[in-house]
């Protein structure tokens, strides 16, 4: 069993920033790739960014040049630094970990940028 807790998320205004984390733990040897996925209001869950194992990041075009992505392998833990915040990148973002071919999914954390 893996399980997958975000943490983070809140209420900012237009041009601020967030901290998003994703901590794994269970019976975890590697990671070999997590991800950090968006739900916005009545939209399907869109891929923001994720980073494998040697730390090679990929985000969608959206949020490039405004967030990053890593993680801290001994943790078992993924981050989302989110800058410029724009009223459209509110969602709840979901923490996804890939291991074996399997998928595990947080529970998700809201993020809520007010114009």
């Known amino acids: 069993q893996v399980q997958l807790v975000e943490s983070g998320g809140g209420l900012v205004q237009a041009g601020g920033s967030l901290r998003l984390s994703c901590a794994a733990s269970?019976?975890?040897?590697?990671?070999?790739?997590m991800g950090w996925y968006r739900q916005a209001p009545g939209k399907l869950r869109d891929l923001v960014a994720r980073?494998?194992?040697?730390?090679?990041?990929n985000y969608a075009d959206s949020v490039k040049g405004r967030f990053t992505i890593s993680r801290d392998n001994a943790k078992n833990t993924a981050y989302l630094q989110m800058n410029s915040l724009q009223p459209e990148d509110t969602g709840v973002y979901y923490c996804k970990a890939t291991i074996g071919g399997l998928e595990y999914w947080g529970k998700g954390t809201l993020v809520t940028v007010s114009s």
């Open positions: 980073v494998f194992t040697t730390g090679v990041p």
């Open positions: 269970g019976r975890i040897f590697s990671i070999p790739v």
